[in-house]
């Protein structure tokens, strides 16, 4: 899988997202869990909303991010620079020239999902193969003891319009299942003085926490203790 799964939606992503996440919040969060570790890896960097947050506060990071999207990349080139090295890389291809400490994903390849009783993974990678092979190839591009961190995501939550001037936003979700397998589908929508001007739909595959937890073990990670629901994390078991 290589496509722009946000093309549809690169001219108003911003301006949606970033009306439902507080980025500064989140790096400020992250950068606790990151400590004194420098070699960052985002999966799904997207137009870079997080990055940036986390380079204002912390600008000595080396910050390298992937992702499929080349309309979203653009924009992160354009607002980042130099100041990260950016890939158009599916992680389940993943093949890097360098080793990190850290790899998280917000609202990336993968976040897990509050679904009322449990909690699910939403996955952009649809087959279990590849969702597989994303986690070994993260894993091998991590030192040992290296962590990986899937951030919690409001994504499975429709949103009304909201409006901004004459411009108005909206995702619709809706849950479904196929064959047993449970997807996602958002559908994204911009209009402009009521005529629609961008219109973006996602799906996502849904997994039981239980068994992408095993996946995650297959691929040498163990779930450290962390007392949140904002974000998960596994570590890289060192290599015997
Ligand atoms: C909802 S956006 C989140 C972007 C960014 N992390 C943020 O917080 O704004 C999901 C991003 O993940 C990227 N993505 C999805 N599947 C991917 C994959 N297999 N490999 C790399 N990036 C992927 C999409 O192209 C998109 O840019």
Redesign the pocket.
């Known amino acids: ?1 290589s496509t ?3 093309q549809g939606m690169s001219d108003f992503y911003n301006a949606f ?1 970033q009306r439902n ?1 507080d980025y500064r919040a989140i790096a400020i969060e992250l950068l606790q869990l990151f400590g004194d570790k420098q070699d960052i890896l ?6 870079g ?2 990055v940036e947050q986390l380079l204002l506060l912390q600008p000595e990071l080396q910050i390298t991010g ?4 080349t309309s ?1 990349l653009a924009q992160a080139k354009a607002s980042l620079g130099t100041q990260v090295d950016l890939y158009c ?4 291809n993943l093949q890097l020239d360098k080793m990190f400490d850290i790899a998280y ?5 993968w976040a897990f999902v509050d679904d009322g009783d449990t909690i699910l993974l939403a996955s ?2 649809l087959e279990l193969d590849a969702i597989q092979q ?1 986690f070994a190839r993260v894993a091998a591009h991590l030192r040992d003891g290296g962590r990986l961190m899937i951030i919690s995501s409001n ?1 499975n939550h429709s949103k009304q319009d909201e409006f901004d001037g004459e411009v108005s936003f909206g995702r619709t979700v809706n849950k479904h299942w196929v064959d047993g397998e449970q997807y996602l589908v958002l559908d994204y929508m911009c209009h402009r003085q009521g005529v629609l001007t961008g219109r973006q739909k996602v799906r996502m595959r849904l997994l039981e926490l239980e068994y992408v937890e095993s996946m995650l073990r297959a691929a040498g990670f163990r779930l450290i203790p962390y007392d949140s629901t904002e974000c998960r994390i596994y570590q890289k078991e060192s290599a015997k």
Do not use: P
């Open positions: 899988m722009d799964l946000y997202i996440r985002d999966v799904g960097i997207g137009t909303l997080l992937i992702d499929t999207s979203l890389q599916d992680v389940c994903s917000r609202g990336g390849a952009h990678i994303s994504a």
